[in-house]
């Protein structure tokens, strides 16, 4: 049989290849390694019927060395800066998917850090201007009115640009609205004006984040990959709370507007360096790729119409989502705004004390975060049903804060402290939420996850708006933190867990505009 082999003189390898099959011609060839080792030759060996021919040459043609020959690291320094190279930055090897879940987890402690600024600067800025706690309570409040109505405009984004594209857009005009806030301070519809544009940029970003995991992350990882990005929320609320006083009494209440704004707007610059390359796939699922940007006025109403919008609100899971979501925002919504204040005149404690103990809950919701995503993915992994494991965490969500809010609320001689750490426990533990609604939306509809976020965020959105301002006027009617505070929030985490635990189900829902009909 012909046999051609290859191998350099100095045997530094050999590489046998077979060629036609022929009775008379073997034919063996000599090869010099890549330019690095120019001492080598070449050398040629034919032998047919018996006849054996030898060529010799000094020099290979460059194109046979750098296209058809193995190269080989120089010994010594060159190859210790081959592996350099290959391993620098550290993130060049890590998958995309990765990268764009990290910056988006990113996003979303600049996110909370610009939502928590104004709970803080609030205390300061109704002193100099004369805020009553119901005027306060209107500028927190007005935040959520863009965050209501940005909600399934961004989800339908989301779905035709993709989340990537949306998160970007949506970072760049809150960062940019948040830096407005001080020169509009002193004219209250421009300061409602920058309040609710800061609410339309972070109001995208749970439908754009949401369609980024839906479209990267399998459901094996899905409760990992929701508890990162989301869990940079707390992470934000934590850095907010903790930079805001020090920055306040150091400079002034303006100065946290404008370093904060600056933050998202670098991240923004920083993100357009992320590579463009987006994972398609979950496992063994296909997504449906997003409508490129050239998309027609004409398209983008169709693909509006092509949504199964009855066939959503035929759902009884639906409907719980948008029921507990509800719930779920009264309670964190109107303890974000607050607290800080709660702290401050309930308990007697000075801004800086106020803020250190207003950092606690997310504090330790960072851990509980991370704990009840390895949790349920662990029994998902282990054959529980999915729908079980989403109703044990949002149960564990909503039962533990109203344990700790009826306990706070109760007269019974606790000391400030403690009754810190029991609000603490309470509301980190409503951390398991990620794990639970969050998670929700794509497991039943990986392909509309981000509009049926945007529905259920609208409606949880509400809490942020009828909310936080009911509970100013509440407390200037009872003067009581009990009633205006903690007892609607008791009320929503109980009913919210009972309809959860009866409608919830995390079962793949086909919906379809043939079910419209």
Same mark, same amino acid.
């Given at each position: 049989?012909?046999?051609?082999?290859?191998?350099?003189?100095?045997?530094?390898? !050999?590489?046998?290849?077979? @060629?036609?099959?022929?009775?008379?011609? &073997?034919?063996?060839?000599?090869?010099?390694?890549?330019?690095?080792?120019?001492?080598?030759?070449?050398?040629? =060996?034919?032998?047919?019927?018996?006849?054996?021919?030898?060529?010799?040459? =000094?020099?290979?043609?460059?194109?046979?060395?750098?296209? #058809?020959?193995?190269?080989?690291?120089?010994?010594?320094?060159?190859?210790?800066?081959?592996? /350099?190279?290959?391993?620098?930055?550290?993130?060049?090897?890590?998958?995309?998917?990765? =990268?764009?879940?990290?910056?988006?987890?990113?996003?979303?402690?600049?996110?909370?850090?610009? =939502?928590?600024?104004?709970?803080?600067?609030?205390?300061?800025?109704?002193?100099?201007?004369?805020?009553?706690? !119901?005027?306060?309570?209107?500028?927190? !409040?007005?935040?959520?009115?863009?965050?209501?109505?940005?909600?399934?405009?961004?989800?339908?984004?989301?779905?035709?640009?993709?989340?990537?594209?949306?998160?970007?857009?949506?970072?760049?005009?809150?960062?940019?609205?948040?830096?407005?806030?001080?020169?509009?301070?002193?004219?209250?519809?421009?300061? $409602?004006?920058?309040?609710?544009?800061?609410?339309?940029?972070?109001?995208?970003?749970?439908?754009?984040? @949401?369609?980024?995991?839906?479209?990267?992350?399998?459901?094996?990882?899905?409760?990992?990959?929701?508890?990162?990005?989301?869990?940079?929320?707390?992470?934000? *609320?934590?850095?907010?709370?903790?930079?805001?006083?020090?920055?306040?009494?150091?400079?002034?209440?303006? *100065?946290?507007?404008?370093?904060?704004?600056?933050?998202?707007?670098?991240?923004?610059?920083?993100?357009?360096?992320?590579?463009?390359?987006?994972? %398609?796939?979950?496992? #063994?699922?296909?997504?449906?790729?997003?409508?490129?940007?050239?998309?027609?006025?004409?398209?983008?109403?169709? %693909?509006?119409?092509?949504?199964?919008?009855? *066939?959503?609100?035929?759902?009884?899971?639906?409907?719980?989502?948008?029921?507990?979501?509800?719930?779920? &925002?009264?309670?964190?919504? /109107?303890?974000?705004?607050?607290? +800080?204040?709660?702290?401050?005149?309930?308990? &007697?404690?000075?801004?800086? #004390?106020?803020?250190?103990?207003?950092?606690?809950?997310?504090?330790?919701?960072?851990?509980?975060? &991370?704990?009840?995503?390895?949790?349920?993915?662990?029994?998902?992994?282990?054959?529980?049903? @999915?729908?079980?494991?989403?109703? $044990?965490?949002?149960?564990?969500?909503?039962?533990?804060?109203?344990?700790?809010?009826?306990? %706070? %609320?109760?007269?019974?001689?606790? +000391?400030?402290?403690?009754?810190?750490?029991?609000?603490?426990?309470?509301?980190?533990?409503?951390?398991?939420?990620?794990?639970?609604?969050?998670?929700?939306?794509?497991?039943?509809?990986?392909?509309?996850?981000?509009?049926?976020?945007?529905?259920?965020?609208?409606?949880?959105?509400?809490?942020?708006?009828?909310?936080?301002?009911?509970?100013?006027?509440?407390? #200037?009617?009872?003067?009581?933190?009990?009633? *205006?505070?903690?007892?609607?929030?008791?009320?929503?985490?109980?009913?919210?867990?009972?309809?959860?635990?009866?409608?919830?189900?995390?079962?793949?829902?086909?919906?379809?505009?043939?079910?419209?009909?």
């Amino acid at each position: 049989m012909a046999r051609l082999s290859l191998r350099p003189n100095n045997r530094l390898f !050999s590489t046998p290849l077979q @060629t036609h099959n022929h009775p008379f011609l &073997s034919l063996s060839l000599y090869t010099i390694t890549p330019p690095s080792f120019p001492h080598l030759k070449s050398r040629v =060996k034919c032998s047919a019927s018996g006849t054996e021919r030898v060529r010799e040459s =000094k020099k290979i043609p460059n194109n046979l060395i750098k296209e #058809d020959l193995p190269k080989l690291p120089n010994p010594g320094s060159d190859s210790e800066a081959l592996g /350099t190279e290959q391993n620098w930055p550290p993130w060049k090897n890590i998958p995309e998917r990765y =990268k764009l879940i990290g910056a988006t987890s990113l996003a979303f402690v600049i996110c909370n850090m610009d =939502k928590v600024n104004l709970s803080i600067a609030i205390i300061p800025m109704s002193h100099q201007f004369g805020w009553s706690s !119901s005027v306060a309570g209107l500028v927190q !409040s007005s935040f959520f009115w863009g965050y209501a109505l940005s909600q399934l405009p961004g989800g339908w984004l989301s779905k035709i640009f993709g989340g990537r594209k949306v998160l970007e857009i949506g970072v760049f005009t809150w960062s940019f609205a948040t830096a407005l806030v001080p020169l509009l301070a002193g004219f209250m519809p421009g300061l $409602i004006f920058s309040r609710i544009l800061v609410g339309i940029g972070e109001g995208v970003s749970p439908s754009a984040a @949401t369609d980024l995991i839906a479209r990267t992350i399998p459901v094996g990882e899905r409760s990992r990959a929701v508890g990162f990005v989301f869990g940079g929320l707390s992470l934000g *609320s934590v850095l907010g709370l903790l930079l805001a006083p020090p920055i306040i009494q150091t400079f002034n209440w303006e *100065s946290v507007f404008y370093l904060f704004g600056l933050l998202g707007i670098g991240w923004f610059i920083g993100f357009q360096f992320l590579g463009e390359e987006e994972v %398609s796939h979950r496992g #063994d699922e296909t997504t449906t790729s997003h409508k490129p940007e050239n998309t027609t006025r004409e398209e983008l109403g169709n %693909s509006l119409k092509e949504i199964p919008w009855k *066939s959503f609100f035929k759902s009884s899971a639906v409907w719980a989502m948008i029921y507990t979501h509800f719930c779920g &925002s009264w309670g964190h919504y /109107t303890c974000l705004s607050w607290l +800080p204040t709660y702290f401050s005149e309930a308990l &007697s404690l000075n801004l800086r #004390d106020a803020a250190w103990v207003s950092i606690l809950p997310p504090l330790a919701s960072i851990f509980v975060t &991370s704990l009840a995503s390895q949790f349920a993915d662990y029994l998902i992994s282990n054959g529980v049903e @999915t729908t079980t494991v989403r109703k $044990i965490c949002q149960t564990i969500a909503f039962v533990a804060p109203a344990i700790c809010m009826t306990l %706070s %609320s109760v007269d019974i001689g606790l +000391p400030p402290w403690e009754i810190a750490g029991i609000l603490t426990a309470g509301l980190a533990l409503s951390s398991f939420a990620l794990s639970g609604l969050y998670c929700t939306h794509q497991d039943i509809s990986p392909e509309y996850a981000s509009i049926l976020l945007g529905i259920t965020n609208t409606v949880g959105a509400v809490p942020g708006i009828v909310g936080v301002a009911l509970t100013g006027f509440l407390l #200037d009617s009872t003067h009581s933190w009990t009633m *205006s505070l903690f007892a609607p929030s008791i009320f929503f985490y109980l009913t919210g867990t009972v309809v959860w635990l009866a409608f919830a189900s995390s079962k793949p829902q086909k919906f379809s505009k043939d079910h419209d009909s």
